[in-house]
């Protein structure tokens, strides 16, 4: 069999025949091809021209059809020129702590992430990063693509969706990365990482592969009592993200920034999945981090468990919940001040509904809820002895992760 390859065309098949008709049937291909020249000719330059190269023939031969075609390769690919437009603007995040009471120093660098310079304003320039990169920091300071380091002001951080925005002065910052639409992301498109993975010692590392999974959803115990508080939404992708990534910036092929590097799964027979906050979750939380200094988000006022959690025999003797109702959350506290209290809900009630939509599970109740704004209306269906309800509730603000 042939082998395909751009320097070679493999030339038409040859008819084997009678050797005493060679020379007839010689002059007659030489006619009719001279006739297939001029009758085609427009259409094999089209076809020249186009770019395209037929298949080889399976016949062995292996000869060249005309003489052989010097090959430019440009090496510059869309990827680097991807990266050198975007590198800048992914910068290196450093974590101070104040030391000891018996340090000489004032502060002792505890870590190093990846962030992503997203605005710029007359003197002032915005990045983000992730929450745990920042967390417990006393300073903080971003290291530049040049080795400049440059004092960071953190403006607000949400442990919840694990970001931070920081404000440094911009005399020194020249590009910043745009943000893309994550909505659009499909899976098996390219994506790159860019970051700073084991600390400043391979800033602006850059690593390719593809878009592996949205949508994906990973549990998130944010108080530490090892149950899910919030299920956080990610891209995954198979582009190497390690220590140190964290904050830095995961690129499309138009160059825009589709996701912030978060985290990988870090276990021994787990290879290639990296995540990232979609752009498109993380903008708003950004938003208000950068104007208010924290997120806004609505508040119920109820302590609840979600109704799994809840014994079988509870759910018949103690709620008195009809064997339909197998899905919800339970109110295991309602303070009679809170938005909800004062529309009526107590201990007890067992919400299905909100805004129209399905409540399976405090996890669920927490997504829908916090879509809305305080000062919203919600419609909430529950049920209290069994019987079925509603009730409009006017959404607070919360000063906490609660709900």
Known sequence: MGYYDQDYQEPPRRQKGNRGGWFLAGITGAVLGGLLVLLAGPTVNDFISGGLQPGTEENGNNEPAGPEKQVNVDVSSDITNIVSKVSSSVVGVINIQQSGFWEEDEGSEAGT??????????????????????????????????????????????????LAVLEVDSSKIKNVAPFGDSDKVKPGEPAIAIGNPLGLQFAGSVTQGIISGTERAIPIDENGDGQPDWNSEVLQTDAAINPGNSGGALINMDGKVIGINSMKIAESSVEGIGLAIPVNVAQPVIKDLETYGEVRRPFLGLSMRSLDEVSSYHHKETLKLPDSVTKGVVVFEADPLSPAGKAGMKQMDVITQMDGKEIKDIIQLRKVLY??????????????????????VRLGESQTQGS
Do not use: M, W
Not at 120 to 137: L, P, R, S, Y
Not at 141 to 160: H, N, Q, T, W, Y
């Open 113 to 162: 992430g990846s962030g992503v310079i997203y605005k710029k304003d007359v003197g002032t320039a915005f990045v983000v990063t992730n929450h745990h990169v920042i967390e417990g920091a006393s300073q903080v300071e971003i290291s530049l693509s040049d080795g400049a380091r440059v004092p960071a002001k953190i403006l607000g951080s949400d442990k919840l969706t694990d």
């Open 371 to 392: 879509e809305l704004k305080p000062g919203d209306s919600v419609t909430i269906t529950y049920y209290r002895g069994g019987d079925k309800k509603s009730v409009k």
